[in-house]
């Protein structure tokens, strides 16, 4: 009985690779290409991939070689990273795009936008009004019981003008005991530590 289940399985499967292998060697006419009547792209392209200046301020006026750009000026948008920037459009000519950064723009690629088709350009670096404050560090370190490097993860300004500190550490500049750590949260005021919720 075994084998003669065995035997109508084995034939089954020959029967299915056999009806496969000739549905798969129909040979069917191809259609119609799909793209055939797509838009034709503009003559139009950047030649410049780079800005000039490394980094620019909001409000800056940025200057970028571009090819063909005259017939497209009527409807012609620039946006650098999804903020629309503000046409020079008394400087804008055939062989040159310029725009002034939109003070809500943050670092990105910059595009134009013109006869329903989208070009994109460089990358426009946005410096922002931060500056790294090199005279704040942590001078004993932090510690962690675990054994995974400790990171401070989070910087938060209270409005008592103290700092909250959060991170994966169980001391902090020498406060916190094996016994009693801190948890990975300490509060400092400029350079001293205190944690008054003990």
């Known amino acids: 009985m075994y084998k003669m289940t065995k035997y109508i399985h084995q034939i089954s499967i020959y029967c299915i690779l056999i009806s496969v292998l000739f549905a798969s060697c129909e040979k069917t006419a191809l259609t119609e290409d ?7 792209p503009l003559a139009f392209t950047f030649v410049s991939k ?24 009527s409807d012609l948008k620039v ?14 000519n055939d062989s040159t795009l310029v725009f002034k950064v939109p003070v809500n723009a943050s670092t990105g690629s910059m595009w134009i936008t ?16 931060l500056t790294s404050d090199n005279t704040w560090k942590v001078v004993n370190g932090t510690e962690s019981s675990s054994g995974a490097n400790p990171t401070i993860y989070d910087i938060e300004l209270l409005p008592s003008g103290r700092y909250f500190i959060g991170g994966s550490f169980n001391r902090f500049e020498n ?20 944690i008054p919720w003990r």
């Open 50 to 73: 780079n800005l000039d200046q490394q980094t620019v301020s909001s409000g800056e006026v940025v200057s970028l070689k571009v090819k063909g750009l005259n017939k497209y000026l």
């Open 175 to 194: 406060s916190g005991t094996a016994a009693v750590p801190i948890g990975g949260i300490a509060q400092i005021d400029v350079g001293i530590i205190s």
């Open 114 to 129: 013109t006869a329903g088709q989208t070009f994109f350009g460089p990358l426009v670096r946005i410096g922002g009004k």
């Open 34 to 40: 799909p793209y055939a009547n797509g838009k034709q």
């Open 79 to 92: 946006f650098v990273n999804e903020a629309e920037a503000e046409l020079i459009r008394d400087q804008v």
